[in-house]
C-alpha cells in the first residue's frame, strides 16, 4: 500500500459531495492502493449534516479511509493538502444576477486560494467545481501564487459527457465508441458543444450530425442547456453525474488516458485564448496530475461565432471579478 493522500473536499455537506465520497472511498478514483485521508470543509451551518455524511462513509467500512476530518476552517482545511476538490460554493439564489454570484464566489475562491497558497503541498493538484468554476479557478490560481498554475484546473467534463453520451444515443452505439466530441470555453450556456473533429469506431460522424440546421437548432442548445433541463425535471441541479464527471476528470489526469478529454485549464495563449483564462480546452492527461492542451483540434467557421461569444464571456467576467479583487493600482 501506498503513503495516504490528504484529500480535502470542500461543499462536503452539499449534493454532489453525497454522490463523489464513495467513489474516493472505494479507491474508483486515485485506485485501490492508495489509502486516502479525507477532509471535509463546509460552513459552520452546515456542520451537523456534514457529521451524518461522515457516519455513513463510517458505516461504509471502506478500507482505503484511514482518517475522516470536518471543518469549517478554511486554513485547517488545506493543511498538508495533495488533492483538493472544490464543490463549495454560494449559490445561485431568486433574483440574483449573474454578476453578483461571481463576485459572492470570488470572495470564496480567493480565501481558499491563499489557504491552498499558505498551507497546502507544493504538488498539491486543484479541481474546482463550484460556480462560475472557470473564473473561481482563475481567482484561485492568482492568490495561490505559489502553486504552478498547471495543477489548478476546473470541470467541464461533465459538459463532454453529456455531448458524448448524446451523439451514442442519436447514432445507437456506446459512448465509449465517441471520440473527440469538444466543449470549448465556459461551463455556462455559452460553452460551444462541437462535432469537427468527432468520430466513432466506423469512421466519421455520418452527415445528417454535422448539418448546420441540426447542430444549431438541437444539439448546440440541447448540450448547452442541458443542466437547466434537470434541473426543471428533478427541481435540484445535477449531483449524480457532476459526481461522476468529477471522477471521470481526477482518474484521468491522475492516471493519464489515451482519449483526448475536456479540461477546463488556464490558458497559455493556445489557440488564440488570453493567458491566464481559464478555458474548456481538449488535453491529454500523461498521469501523476499532467496534461497538456493538444493543439490539433482548430474549429472551423461555423464554429468561431460561438467561440467568440464563450471567450468574450469569460473576458468580461474575469475584469468583473479582478476588478473588485485586486487594488486599483495592480489591474
Ligand atoms: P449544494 O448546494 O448541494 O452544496 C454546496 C455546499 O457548499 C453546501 O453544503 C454549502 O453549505 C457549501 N458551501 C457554501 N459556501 C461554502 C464555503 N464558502 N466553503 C465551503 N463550503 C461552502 O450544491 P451541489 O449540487 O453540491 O453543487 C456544488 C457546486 O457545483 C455548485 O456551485 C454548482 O453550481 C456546481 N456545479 C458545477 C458543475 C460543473 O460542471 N462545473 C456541475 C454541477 C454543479
Not at 55 to 81: K, Q, R, W
Not at 110 to 132: D, F, T
Not at 163 to 189: C, D, M, R, Y
Amino acid at each position: 500500500m501506498d503513503m495516504p493522500m490528504r484529500v480535502t473536499v470542500t461543499g462536503a455537506a452539499g449534493q454532489i459531495a453525497y454522490c463523489l465520497l464513495p467513489f474516493l472511498a472505494r479507491g474508483d478514483v486515485f485506485g485501490t492502493d492508495q489509502p486516502i485521508e479525507l477532509v471535509l470543509l463546509d460552513i459552520e451551518e452546515a456542520q451537523t449534516s456534514l457529521r451524518g455524511v461522515v457516519m455513513e462513509l463510517e458505516d461504509g467500512a471502506y478500507p482505503l479511509v484511514s482518517v475522516i476530518h470536518c471543518t469549517s476552517n478554511v486554513s485547517e482545511a488545506f493543511v498538508d493538502c495533495d488533492v483538493a476538490v472544490l464543490l463549495g460554493a454560494f449559490p445561485r439564489k431568486l433574483g440574483m444576477e449573474r454578476r453578483d454570484l461571481l463576485l459572492q464566489n470570488a470572495a470564496i475562491f480567493k480565501e481558499q486560494g491563499e489557504a491552498i497558497h499558505k498551507y497546502a503541498k507544493r504538488s498539491v493538484r486543484v479541481l474546482v467545481v463550484g460556480n462560475p468554476a472557470n473564473t473561481n479557478a482563475a481567482v484561485l490560481a492568482h492568490f495561490a501564487s505559489a502553486i504552478d498554475k498547471k495543477q489548478i484546473t476546473a470541470l467541464s467534463r461533465l459538459d463532454q459527457n453529456r455531448a458524448t453520451s448524446f451523439i451514442a444515443n442519436e447514432l445507437k452505439v456506446s459512448p465509449s465508441v465517441v471520440k473527440n466530441v469538444f466543449v470549448w470555453g465556459n461551463h455556462s450556456n455559452t460553452q460551444y458543444p462541437d462535432l469537427f473533429h468527432a468520430v466513432t469506431n466506423r469512421g466519421p460522424l455520418p452527415d445528417w450530425l454535422r448539418d448546420e440546421n441540426f447542430l444549431r437548432e438541437k444539439f448546440i442548445p440541447i448540450i448547452q442547456e442541458r443542466g437547466a433541463a434537470v434541473i426543471k425535471a428533478r427541481k435540484l441541479s445535477s449531483a449524480m453525474s457532476a459526481a461522476n464527471a468529477v471522477a471521470d476528470h481526477l482518474r484521468d489526469w491522475f492516471a493519464g488516458t489515451q482519449d483526448v478529454v475536456n479540461m477546463v485549464v488556464c490558458s497559455d495563449g493556445s489557440y488564440g485564448i488570453r493567458k491566464g483564462i481559464f478555458f474548456s480546452f481538449p488535453c491529454y492527461c500523461y498521469g501523476n496530475g499532467t496534461f497538456e492542451i493538444v493543439p490539433h483540434f482548430p474549429w472551423d467557421a461555423f464554429g468561431d461565432p460561438y467561440i467568440q461569444r464563450t471567450k468574450q464571456e469569460l473576458y468580461k467576467e474575469w475584469d468583473q471579478a479582478f476588478a473588485t479583487l485586486l487594488p486599483k493600482s495592480s489591474l
